[in-house]
């Protein structure tokens, strides 16, 4: 009989332990989620920027604050670091985009821009310094490079060198003045749209035209002559615009909280969505889908007493309403990118100012967090 009350209470123990284990896991898996590592889950990954290889969209890069540069080969599932000979100092990365035409890789960072080709070890291009945007236009022949550093604005040329376009010195200081935002996709190498934001009186100086000279010259501008000359179509101090690659009469620009749209070039625009009907909202983020233009992808940042982030939107009718389509349990960290896959409508990656890298593959209905290599941030 002893024996028997002894099997009862080993029994009994096993029990609570086994019940013990499982609550144990279910609390680890609320808070790291499903699978993932802790590292995944990470309150301590910054990101930068993220971008898809457009020649092979299994390739993406990331630029982490504190860390460096990281590679992924399977569409973010797992990253290694990279580029290690690039010097990018506390902020890292600034920015990262790819030649389509001579297939390299450029990076920004506050101590100037890196490049290189194939899998050849990084150069860094002397002259530059802190570069900030990089926006490469491809051409009928070739193409066009601009980057935005804190001395001015430097332009790829034919022969293969740069030219600055010069400041003056009053707005040395200024992060951006002109950069071009979007180039007409019907028209390769002929039509590019930049973004002036200022509310001073500036003119470029040194050999180049006047570009402006005014107060509240802040906008989109249309070039056909690579920002020699300029057209204001629209008042603005976002800096964002769209253009269709199917229709490029259809455009999206954005006043702070509200969202404009215009179906002839630019030539007039009508609002078609607001958020909140004060100034406490802004629109960070407005992206489009590859595919549709009726599809668009939007980050709005409440400033007013309560914060919500990340607020992320999407709308599916040319930007006429909007759902969101997550919650701030989701990430809790604000985010900093929202980057389409060209190839794929289903998937989006996000990178957040604290939680790292998140991936949809069902267009935003759901999301995991794909950190695996990716180093905690040495620098928050």
């Not at 993220?50 to 540069?69: D, F, H, S, V």
């Amino acid at each position: 009989m002893k024996w028997l009350v002894v099997t009862k209470e080993k029994k009994a123990f096993i029990r609570l332990a086994n019940i013990a284990a499982a609550v144990l896991i279910v609390m680890l898996m609320s808070i790291y989620g499903n699978g993932e590592s802790q590292a995944d889950v990470s309150s301590s990954i910054f990101v930068k920027d993220i971008k898809i290889n457009p020649q092979n969209t299994n390739e993406l890069y990331a630029g982490i604050r504190g860390n460096g540069l990281y590679r992924s080969a399977d569409k973010g599932e797992t990253w290694i670091r990279c580029g290690v000979e690039i010097e990018s100092f506390n902020n890292g990365i600034t920015k990262i985009a790819f030649d389509p035409i001579e297939k390299n890789v450029y990076v920004g960072t506050p101590n100037g821009l890196f490049t290189r080709h194939a899998d050849r070890n990084w150069v860094k291009l002397e002259g530059f310094d802190d570069v900030s945007k990089i926006f490469i236009q491809p051409t009928d022949q070739s193409r066009v490079i601009y980057v935005d550093a804190s001395s001015g604005l430097y332009v790829s040329t034919v022969e293969g060198g740069w030219r600055r376009r010069g400041r003056p010195v009053e707005l040395r200081t200024v992060n951006s003045i002109l950069y071009p935002v979007a180039i007409d996709p019907s028209v390769p190498g002929n039509i590019v749209y930049f973004a002036l934001i200022d509310n001073t009186i500036i003119a470029i100086t040194g050999d180049d035209p006047v570009v402006n000279v005014g107060n509240n010259i802040s906008g989109i501008y249309k070039s056909n002559n690579h920002e020699m000359t300029l057209e204001k179509i629209l008042s603005t101090s976002s800096g964002i615009l769209l253009i269709s690659s199917k229709d490029a009469n259809v455009m999206y620009g954005v006043n702070r909280n509200i969202i404009l749209k215009s179906i002839d070039g630019g030539a007039s625009w009508k609002e078609i969505s607001k958020f909140g009907n004060n100034n406490n909202k802004v629109v960070d983020i407005l992206v489009m889908d590859p595919v549709d233009h009726n599809i668009l992808y939007s980050k709005i940042s409440d400033y007013g007493t309560v914060y919500r982030q990340p607020f992320l939107f999407k709308s599916i009718d040319g930007g006429k309403t909007w759902q969101e389509i997550t919650s701030a349990s989701s990430f809790m960290s604000s985010v900093n990118n929202i980057t389409l896959d060209p190839l794929n409508q289903d998937i989006l990656y996000i990178g957040t100012s604290g939680k790292g890298i998140f991936k949809s593959t069902d267009a935003g209905k759901t999301w995991k967090a794909i950190n695996k290599g990716i180093e905690l941030s040495k620098n928050n």
